[in-house]
């Protein structure tokens, strides 16, 4: 820990975040699809494991097992970072008992994730809303002291569980209770390629930009810090690179940054 | 990892080897850019491999659909066509609830003759749901009678999918169920989608685990065709964008070649993200400036001169002049910074203004 802020696990993003960031907040990691937030937000889950965390990804977009999959060229030792499948099942249009996520799923640690994706079950089907996933990590928050939690993402959570709550209020509420809950949380926000930026970028108290750029040399990809509460930061925007080790950013100060040996 | 053939060897270089068995993809780009024929590639190679293909189609009528690619000269035979095309519309009061509506019709291609006459006893509706229901019922009845499982599945298009979802319905939540349900099968599938409106973020596109895009430019009186990947969960890829051509043998992109795209629209898209970004930038000073002044202004400076620069700040950030603009404003706070310095050294007895520079007269600017 430098001055009290914790490490994202990404070396190059931390010299630009002046030392990491400060535990016990809500932070966006936001940018277009394909940027590299789910490698991202898993390297912080990971420096958490490492250094004996318990930590939380909450699955919204994907599939736990894909998940596991996709990160397998990485060779990092998930193991121990636990999994909830936060996905919702097929919609059913015939009555059919709607089961709250609360009432029924408990997170897995990665090795336990299977290979196949699970099924809908036959006769009921479950359904996320942001109110039952709260309340399921308000209790889960209580029996276990989780360090790091990512949500990925921000986006899948507003477009497919708020269907009668107002987004943007909901929105801010979750991120209230994330920052009341005590844990360091990074919040994965999709961006479209053009135009404005989402609501959910606002109500952090810091966020971090990825952008991808095509050049005739291909898809170039950037960090930038947008905004950083309570600390000071970089301004520049710094490219970066998604080797086998993971996300490498290239800071300026004494050259290629060593990167993170997985 | 096992690998999906999408039936274009190019294409496959550029993905390492071709798609991840079992997850949903997107192939995007313009009209008449090659997105259907990738499909039909795609679900060859699959049958000339014993794979069992399901094409859904909904821009164009089976007859058609046929017609367009026997000029490839591709064995399709056993490829199943599942018609959801929608039917003409009923205008009949006991039928208004559905307002779009298709038959269940799933045909080999060989079987696939006319247009199919719309329905007179049972319309389904064209909808999300209606499909997902046709294309289940069919899955689970091939299963059973012939114990194979599709293993790759075209939805051809989800753009006219969603002009068809009913009133009421939430199409995100439509559409995630949608791809939910195509993982669930374990079938590679692709679906047609097009970007109509880039400032929007529309569901397939970040759920999708990939997406292929077409380009289509005209360069005098040719029309250039290229391919790029955007994205590709789990997998390295080749992310530059390659040039393809589509003749009677279908789709061709060349994996070493390379394409400029002077001035397209592709070269502007990280035009736009810088603008946006020294928009920002300058935005950012500029208000910190402003909340200077506030303070200037208690402690009774004389700040106009600053105030000038900063609405010349302004003024060219009006005009999209951003290096100019931020200039002036990086310019209007040192000349500020400096002042509160001065002022604040000497606390609390709030000496007056130094008179160092040309005082004028008192604020005009609001």
């Known amino acids: 820990m430098i001055n009290g802020k914790i490490r994202t696990g990404v070396a190059g993003l931390d010299r630009m975040l002046h030392g990491g960031l400060v535990p016990h907040r809500p932070y966006i990691v936001s940018g277009p699809p394909g940027s590299g937030k789910t490698v991202l937000s898993m390297q912080f889950l990971l420096e958490g494991v490492q250094g004996g965390e318990r930590c939380l990804f909450v699955a919204l977009e994907e599939p736990p097992n894909e998940i596991k999959a996709n990160m397998r060229p990485f060779k990092w030792p998930v193991d121990d970072i636990e999994m909830l499948d936060a996905n919702s099942d097929i919609r059913r249009f015939e009555p059919t008992p709607v089961i709250e996520i609360s009432t029924e799923v408990e997170p897995m640690r990665m090795r336990e994730v299977g290979e196949r994706i699970r099924k809908t079950p036959d006769f009921e089907s479950h359904e996320v809303t942001v109110h039952s996933l709260q309340q399921l990590l308000k209790n889960l928050f209580i029996k276990r002291r989780y360090e790091r939690v990512v949500v990925d993402s921000m986006t899948a959570l507003r477009y497919f569980c708020m269907r009668e709550f107002e987004e943007t209020l909901t929105t ?17 926000v999709e961006l479209p390629e053009e135009g404005e930026v989402p609501p959910e970028a606002f109500l952090a108290r810091g966020e971090v930009r990825l952008h991808k750029l095509r050049d005739d040399t291909g898809i170039k990809r950037f960090i930038s810090i947008e905004k950083y509460k309570g ?18 950013v290239q800071v300026g100060d004494g050259g290629k940054s060593p990167a993170a040996a997985g | 990892m096992d690998r999906v053939s999408t039936g274009v060897a ?41 794979e069992p293909g399901l094409m859904v189609t909904l821009d164009e009528p089976p007859n058609e659909v046929k017609a367009n690619v026997v000029a490839f000269g591709w064995n399709l035979d056993r490829l199943k066509l599942l018609d959801a095309t929608p039917d003409i519309k009923a205008h009949k009061r006991q039928r208004s609830v559905i307002d779009v509506g298709t038959t269940m019709d799933v045909r080999d291609m060989d079987q696939v003759g006319e247009i199919r006459q719309s329905s007179q006893i049972r319309a389904m509706e064209v909808s999300v749901h209606g499909v997902q229901k046709m294309l289940k019922q069919e899955f689970f009845q091939r299963l059973e009678k012939t114990r194979e499982r599709y293993r790759r599945i075209v939805i051809d298009s989800l753009t006219a999918l969603k002009m068809f979802t009913m009133q009421g319905e939430d199409s995100r939540i439509m559409i995630q169920s949608f791809l939910r349900f195509l993982s669930e099968l374990e079938a590679t599938s692709i679906i047609v989608s097009e970007r109509l409106n880039p400032g929007i973020l529309e569901t397939e596109f970040f759920l999708g685990r990939g997406e292929i895009r077409f380009h289509k430019a005209l360069d005098g009186n040719v029309i250039r065709r290229a391919v790029s990947i955007e994205k590709f969960r789990g997998s390295r890829f080749d992310d530059r964008i390659r040039p393809m051509t589509i003749s009677s043998a279908g789709i061709t992109v060349d994996p070493q070649g390379a394409v400029t795209m002077s001035g397209g629209r592709l070269a502007r898209l990280g035009e736009a993200y810088l603008e946006q970004r020294m928009s920002e930038e300058v935005t950012n000073v500029i208000e910190g400036v402003l909340k200077m002044i506030e303070d200037a202004h208690k402690f009774r400076l004389s700040v106009s001169d600053v105030e000038h620069a900063i609405s010349r700040a302004m003024l060219y950030l009006q005009r999209r002049n951003y290096q100019k603009a931020l200039k002036a404003a990086l310019h209007a706070q040192s000349i500020l910074r400096e002042r509160m310095d001065h002022a604040r050294q000497g606390l609390p007895g709030l000496p007056p203004p130094p008179p160092a520079v040309a005082p004028p007269p008192p604020g005009v600017k609001r």
């Open chain 1, 172 to 188: 801010q509420s979750f991120m209230r209770f994330l920052a009341e809950s005590k844990v360091t949380s990074l919040l994965t």
């Open chain 1, 231 to 248: 600390s000071s930061h970089d301004e520049f925007v710094y490219p970066f690179e998604i080797h086998q080790g993971g996300i490498v």
């Open chain 2, 10 to 50: 190019g294409l496959d270089a550029m993905l390492g080897g071709g798609l991840i068995p079992g997850r949903p993809y997107v192939v995007s780009g313009p009209t008449g850019s090659g997105k259907t024929i990738l499909a039909m590639h795609f679900l060859a190679a699959g049958l000339a491999r014993g």
